[in-house]
């Protein structure tokens, strides 16, 4: 069949002539990019997108007057876009391996068990301590409160509350655990 009628018959949304076109011209799109050095599989993906973009436009062939030049051209211009492309992606691969922030499962892991660790030294340190000196140690240094609201919350006077909180820390450090003193002004 004519060009010119198979041109026709696809501006009139006739899907025959559609695959008419294709079939006529597939082998000679795919030897032209043999020719000028790409690989097959690419070839084949250039040849698709041609003919997408055509199917998608089919206004494009109205003025279209050799349709095999057009073909080509397409398939060339196609192919040496995938290539740039290609040299792009290379080129940024060139500069060196990927650069993540992405923490690593075997990270989080290892940091859940340090976290673990250290929660189990404080909690034993506390366990010297008496309730209210857990409290008033807790709400002043976990939850950064001053020493008169936590007296209104223990139902004692700052000045108790400050002494509390000393025996405390002073319990704490005769324990010679200055770690785990650092560690609660760090929130951990």
Same mark, same amino acid.
């Given at each position: 069949?004519? +060009? %010119? /009628? ?10 025959? $002539? ?8 597939? =082998? !000679?799109?795919?030897?032209?990019? *043999? ?7 690419? /070839? ?14 089919? =206004?494009?062939? %109205?003025?279209?007057?050799? #349709? ?12 040496? +876009? @995938?290539?740039?492309? =290609? @040299? @792009?992606?290379?080129?940024? &691969? ?6 993540? /922030? %992405?923490?690593?499962?075997? +990270? !989080?892991? @290892?940091?859940?068990? &340090?976290?673990?660790?250290l929660e189990h030294r404080i ?13 008033? /140690? ?12 936590i007296a209104l919350l223990l139902? *004692?006077?700052? =000045?108790?509350?400050? %002494?509390? #909180? $000393?025996?405390? *820390?002073?319990r704490l450090r005769d324990q ?13």
């Amino acid at each position: 069949m004519e +060009d %010119k /009628i198979l041109i026709a018959e696809i501006v009139d949304g006739q899907e025959a $002539s559609y695959a008419c076109l294709y079939n006529k011209y597939v =082998k !000679d799109l795919f030897s032209y990019g *043999m020719g000028l050095g790409f690989e097959r599989e690419v /070839i084949k993906d250039a040849i698709q997108d041609v003919f997408l973009k055509l199917l998608s436009n089919t =206004k494009i062939l %109205k003025e279209v007057t050799n #349709v095999k030049f057009y073909l080509l051209r397409s398939l060339k211009n196609r192919l040496l +876009d @995938i290539h740039k492309n =290609k @040299i @792009i992606y290379n080129e940024i &691969d060139a500069e060196g391996p990927e650069f993540s /922030i %992405k923490v690593s499962v075997l +990270d !989080d892991l @290892i940091e859940k068990e &340090d976290r673990e660790i250290l929660e189990h030294r404080i909690q034993n340190l506390l366990s010297n301590l008496t309730n209210r000196q857990r409290e008033a /140690i807790s709400l002043r240094y976990m939850h950064e409160m001053e020493y008169e609201e936590i007296a209104l919350l223990l139902e *004692m006077t700052p =000045k108790a509350t400050r %002494k509390l #909180v $000393s025996r405390a *820390m002073e319990r704490l450090r005769d324990q010679n655990l200055t770690l785990i003193y650092f560690l609660l002004f760090c929130k951990i």
